[in-house]
Nanobody, 115 residues
Framework: QVQVVESGGGLVQPGGSLKLSCAIS????????IHWHRQTPGRERDFVAS???????DYADSVKDRFTISRNTARNEIYLQMNNLKPEDTGVYYC?????????WGQGTQVTVSS
């Protein structure tokens, strides 16, 4: 069973930074892509960023130029560096590993941006 574990969330002031980590129990090359999503109360899990097996990266418009997704292939870890955080970035951040029609989600990590 694939395990996906997020970490690194917390409370940060507006304008601050956080770095999230996603550890995957298998080689990240076993998956088509790894994604970050976030969920706020009353909303679906919105797409934030992704990196595919070839290294192609995509971002939601709302986080472009502020967030950076990266990976460590030796450690099977994906990261999300979040800079210039805004209150609207608050939510539970989930990592998702996708292979064809199957998705493996982590348990999520809470990010709160507040003064």
């Amino acid at each position: 069973q694939v395990q996906v574990v997020e970490s690194g969330g917390g409370l940060v002031q507006p304008g601050g930074s956080l770095k999230l980590s996603c550890a995957i129990s298998e080689s990240i090359f076993d998956f088509n892509a790894i994604h970050w999503h976030r969920q706020t109360p009353g909303r679906e899990r919105d797409f934030v960023a992704s990196i595919n097996v070839n290294g192609r990266i995509d971002y939601a418009d709302s986080v472009k130029d502020r967030f950076t997704i990266s990976r460590n292939t030796a450690r099977n870890e994906i990261y999300l560096q979040m800079n210039n955080l805004k209150p609207e970035d608050t939510g539970v951040y989930y990592c998702k590993a996708s292979i064809f029609a199957r998705d493996y989600w982590g348990q999520g990590t809470q990010v709160t941006v507040s003064s």
